[in-house]
Every structure is written in structure tokens, then in C-alpha cells.
């Protein structure tokens, strides 16, 4: 999912998959970088060492292609951990329950 800039001022956890801000969008890579530097956790999941991935609390440097196991690793331990926020869930995704149970 992608945020808007004015949503970084409301998280304390960055999390950038497989992008790269600062060449595709600089003015978000920069406020991105900003926050890292105030003391905002960033974490990186990418093969590549980009210059986020430098001043990442975290870079996990995935072999090239195994993003979405990542991603599929996460979904299963927030929905066996019922972390997810169910109504926001409900309001925005139909089949939510059909794809839980699933």
C-alpha cells in the first residue's frame, strides 16, 4: 500500500519493499529520510543496498524475486496473531473473512 506524505507524521515504523524513493520520487525519499533521522524505525526490504538502506534500523537483503514470500510470511503471522484491525479491514475489503478462512 502506498501512504501519503502528511501520513508520516503519524508513524513511528517505515517500511519500504523492493522501491527505491530517492531515485523515483525524491521528495519522498527525502522526507523518508528525514523521519529515519529524527528517530523513526526504518526498515528495508530489498536486494539492493540503496541509500535508505543505509541508514535502515533494518535492511533485509532479500535474494532478487522473494519479496512476496516476505510479504505472504507476514500476512500469515498478523492473521494467526490476530493483529489486524478487523473493521478497518471490513470497510475497505469485500471477502475479507472468505480470504481469512481461506
Known amino acids: 500500500a502506498t501512504n501519503s506524505i ?13 522501491a527505491n524513493p530517492n531515485a523515483a520520487h525524491p521528495v519522498t525519499g527525502a522526507k523518508l529520510k ?4 529524527k528517530g523513526t524505525t526504518l526498515i528495508v526490504i530489498d536486494p539492493r543496498v540503496t541509500e535508505l538502506a543505509r541508514i535502515a ?15 505472504n510470511m ?11 484491525d478487523k ?5 475497505r475489503l469485500d471477502g475479507y473473512e472468505e480470504f481469512r478462512q481461506g
Open 6 to 18: 502528511e501520513d508520516l507524521k503519524y508513524t513511528d515504523c517505515m517500511l519500504v519493499i523492493g
Open 34 to 37: 528525514q523521519k529515519a533521522m
Open 57 to 71: 534500523n533494518y535492511h533485509l537483503q532479500l535474494r532478487p524475486g522473494t519479496n512476496v514470500a516476505v510479504l
Open 74 to 84: 507476514m500476512l500469515y503471522y498478523i492473521l494467526k496473531e490476530g493483529l489486524e
Open 87 to 91: 473493521k478497518f479491514i471490513e470497510s
